[in-house]
């Protein structure tokens, strides 16, 4: 997971352009005034747009996030000082057991392999004081998003503040619960800087176990951010559990 895929300062610099906070940005936040959580760690938190609103007066935020490229665009953005930014994953968090709410957003979990999984899930729950919450969420296998990935159905141009650019997906492989996909973004040079990601598409249910045989209770799964229920149509799994 060291590996920084978003290396790119250009590409960097689009990441919130392309991902403004929406829904997923509201949960979290309400979540954590639901909780009063007054301790807050975001891991893989990226640009830090949801990990910048979450700070506030007397409360600690701490991001996390295994690209540098990442971490250093966050720290420079308004109100990056208030924020406490780490280099690495999981791992990189003390056992301290005192934050009230750790959260996962913009599908991150998704990129953790299996051997992954359980060591980042229990170091959350280290990090987190008894009864504290995780949150996260994940793309539905069963709504299979990722056969609309074709370079046909994904293909566009814009103007950015790096030029016009050409971008489109291509699938490489679907092998089991593993998708495999290049990027392409083609500058006005004709460059053609791709990137390649692998995601995990796991089941509630598979969640639900990794979470349970990593010290978590109390888990929760809704359909959408407004806690309907799960179906082959919901698009995205959103997860809520209690340390335990």
């Known amino acids: 997971m060291l590996d920084d895929p978003y290396r790119d300062v250009d590409l960097v610099q689009l990441y919130d352009l392309d991902n403004p906070g929406g829904e997923d940005h509201a949960y979290y936040r309400a ?3 639901e909780l009063g959580a007054r301790s807050i760690i975001d891991l893989g938190c990226g640009t830090g747009m949801l990990t910048r609103s979450l700070a506030g007066p007397g409360r600690t935020v701490l991001g996390v996030d295994p690209s540098r490229t990442m971490l250093d665009f966050a720290r420079s953005q308004p109100r990056g000082d208030a924020v406490t930014w780490v280099f690495g994953d999981a791992t990189a968090l003390p056992p301290a057991r005192t934050a009230d709410l750790a959260v996962c957003t913009g599908n991150a979990i998704m990129h953790l392999a299996p051997d992954e999984l359980p060591t980042t899930l229990a170091a959350m729950a280290g ?3 008894q009864g504290g ?3 996260f969420e994940t793309r539905n296998p069963a709504y299979r998003e990722w056969e609309s990935w074709t370079p046909e159905a994904t ?3 814009r103007v950015t503040p790096v030029g016009q650019l050409r971008e489109w997906l291509d699938v490489t492989e679907v092998a089991d619960d593993r998708v495999t996909f290049d990027a392409h ?3 006005p040079d004709g460059e053609d800087r791709v990137y390649t990601s692998v995601l995990y598409f796991r089941s509630a249910e598979r969640f639900r176990r990794e979470l349970e045989s990593s010290g978590f209770t109390d888990v929760v799964c809704d359909g959408d951010w407004r806690g309907g229920p ?3 149509g919901s ?3 959103v997860f809520r559990a209690r340390r335990a």
Do not use: I
């Open 185 to 187: 973004n083609v500058f």
């Open 127 to 129: 990090a987190l004081r």
């Open 133 to 135: 919450t995780f949150a």
């Open 235 to 237: 698009r995205l799994l």
């Open 31 to 33: 979540l954590a005034d």
């Open 155 to 157: 293909y566009g141009e």
């Open 230 to 232: 799960v179906g082959d």
